[in-house]
């Protein structure tokens, strides 16, 4: 796998509000620690980072702004510069300038993690893969939680996170792990356009 200089990382989601109870239990206990790392290679190579934060206008959601739950945490803390996409939507392309932003840039790869795997992460991957960007989803450094399926069955956070990625592998993205990611990002630093 090789990773041009302008691939672009967009961190979705990130915030406290993801740490409140009564989300449940979760997989990848890691993802944040994987998204830290993504990010510090980025920021070494000089690639395009994207953070999304989620504004939400629901009165109860643990996302709704000027609350704790509204701040990054602080493993994806952006820093002074880099952009911030504020989306009220599942999806970090509707209704921001996020496309506008990549296209203006030349940005055509998109490397993709953050939360939920199931909800923003999938709904932003699904258009990116429609709009014709080459799409890296990172299965190790995104997480989700159990939900109870149409039919009425429990499915734990890694059943509905195994789900989620095997919609969207091979159709809409290319699910990767963090480790050959950041070699990728490594390698293609010198001399990757």
């Given at each position: 796998m090789k990773?041009?200089?302008?691939?672009?990382l967009i961190v979705i989601d990130v915030q406290h509000a993801i740490d409140h109870p009564s989300w449940g239990e979760r997989n990848n206990p890691n993802a944040e620690s994987n998204m830290a790392a993504l990010l510090q290679v980025w920021r070494?190579?000089?690639?395009?980072?994207?953070?999304?934060r989620h504004d939400s206008v629901e009165p109860n959601s643990t996302y709704r702004p000027n609350q704790p739950g509204h701040a990054f945490k602080p493993e994806v803390e952006p820093l002074p510069g880099e952009v911030v996409i504020a989306k009220r939507k599942n999806s970090a392309f509707i209704g921001t300038d996020l496309e506008a932003r990549l296209r203006r840039?030349?940005?055509?790869?998109?490397?993709?993690a953050g939360v939920i795997t199931n909800n923003s992460v999938e709904a932003t991957?699904?258009?990116?893969?429609?709009?014709?960007?080459?799409?890296?989803?990172?299965?190790?450094?995104?997480?989700?939680?159990?939900?109870?399926?149409?039919?009425?069955?429990?499915r734990n956070a890694s059943e509905v996170h195994a789900m989620s990625l095997a919609n969207?592998?091979?159709?809409?993205?290319?699910?990767?792990?963090?480790?050959?990611?950041?070699k990728a990002a490594q390698d293609g630093s010198a001399g990757a356009s």
């Open positions: 990773l041009p200089l302008t691939a672009a070494a190579t000089g690639r395009p980072i994207y953070h999304v840039a030349g940005q055509e790869t998109l490397v993709i991957v699904r258009m990116a893969g429609n709009l014709g960007f080459v799409t890296l989803l990172v299965e190790d450094a995104t997480f989700t939680f159990g939900r109870t399926d149409w039919n009425g069955n429990f969207l592998d091979g159709e809409y993205c290319t699910v990767v792990r963090t480790p050959e990611v950041l």
